[in-house]
């Protein structure tokens, strides 16, 4: 099993980012599937889910609104569509696979992605 994030970078508030999640060995349509940010000197902080199976979307209160995560069950890849950036949204992004549901506990992590929101 493997998740390989990429997508992120500098842009500038008010920006758009579109984040890619790419899995090996698993199938993410069997699987809830998170996106988890964690910012400079704070803990981790989940972001949004898409369930498996029919693809229900949860998104925290924070990026409501502004981010919609979806999926290509054909490439086996997860995305996360970020408007509207805010400084605030600077993290490191992770992709993670639930261990059942949407229980928010994982079992395997990609790599992270660094997004920056700068002027």
């Known amino acids: 099993v493997q998740l390989v994030e990429s997508g992120g970078g500098l842009v500038q508030p008010g920006g758009s980012l579109v984040l890619t999640c790419a899995a090996s060995g698993f199938t993410p349509k069997n699987y809830y599937m998170s996106w988890v940010r964690q910012a400079p000197g704070k803990g981790l902080e989940w972001v949004s889910d898409i369930s498996s199976g029919s693809g229900y979307t949860y998104y925290a209160d924070s990026v409501k609104g502004r981010f919609t995560i979806s999926r290509d069950t054909a490439k086996n890849t997860t995305y996360l569509r970020m408007n509207s950036l805010t400084p605030e949204d600077t993290a490191l992004y992770y992709c993670?696979?639930?261990?059942?549901?949407?229980?928010?506990?994982?079992?395997?992590w990609g790599q992270g992605t660094q997004v920056n929101v700068s002027s």
């Open positions: 993670a696979r639930n261990v059942r549901g949407g229980t928010h506990r994982y079992d395997y």
